[in-house]
């Protein structure tokens, strides 16, 4: 059963579960479309996560209690939905100064640096939520044998558009910012651009797959990409299509 959680006098949280798993987002994306149709009073926004969806309202337009109840009523009722969104093929350069985790990572798992980006580059991750910092993916999917904690120390600048690992999951940095996830490449493209219409690059329900790339392209489409010419379009793959490897 969904839990109704108090955040604050302006917010309630629906919590269906404590776990990062594709069945339970879709329990997380239906009640989101389910509160879009029911256009409540009084509600700002909400908030959809792994596990759990927060709404925002305005206290003064809607009582609390009474709105508490209404979510939950919905949440009963809300069917499953596995947003299917969009598919990229996103260039990586890995390792060296870009990926200065990724010789660690290979030697504690008892594997070469070429045999765990051939594993990168063979997973699907799916986009479950946006955080942390503007168009930041949280990407689950990361094959087991490549899980690791975080870093014991944080690093106090992560740079922009760092390729990074923790647990089971796989995010890329959009902005410099403190992190400790394990940083395995850099991607050429911005997850974030405030110029565009649609600034985030992705979105809960995306599929994510990289294409390992060198230095000399990396730097190449990094320069394309920071003065506005870089097609975006071309690095989605169309949904009937196979993916290309």
Do not use: N
């Amino acid at each position: 059963m969904p839990r109704l959680l108090p955040l604050g006098d302006a917010a309630w949280t629906v919590e269906f579960g404590d776990a990062i798993d594709p069945a339970l987002h879709a329990r997380v994306m239906g009640f989101a479309q389910a509160l879009e149709r029911a256009a409540l009073p009084g509600v700002i926004e909400w908030v959809p996560t792994f596990r759990s969806c927060t709404v925002h309202f305005d206290p003064l337009a809607a009582g609390a209690e009474a709105l508490g109840t209404r979510l939950l009523e919905i949440a009963a009722g809300a069917p499953a939905a596995a947003v299917s969104g969009r598919r990229w093929r996103i260039p990586v350069f890995f390792g060296g100064e870009a990926g200065p985790d990724l010789a660690e990572l290979a030697a504690r798992r008892d594997m070469s640096e070429d045999a765990v980006v051939a594993r990168m580059a063979a997973a699907a991750f799916r986009v479950y939520m946006l955080g942390f910092m503007p168009g930041f993916p949280y990407m689950g999917g990361l094959p087991g044998e490549l899980a690791m904690p975080r870093l014991a120390t944080p690093r106090k600048v992560v740079p922009a558009r760092s390729l990074a690992v923790t647990g089971t999951l796989c995010a890329i940095y959009p902005f410099a910012s403190p992190g400790g996830w394990r940083l395995l490449g850099r991607t050429p493209l911005s997850p974030f651009d405030a110029r565009r219409p649609a600034p985030a690059l992705f979105a809960p329900g995306d599929e994510v797959m990289w294409q390992p790339i060198d230095a000399d392209e990396c730097a190449r489409l990094e320069a394309e990409d920071a003065a506005g010419r870089l097609d975006r379009a071309a690095f989605l793959v169309a949904p009937e299509a196979a993916w290309p490897r």
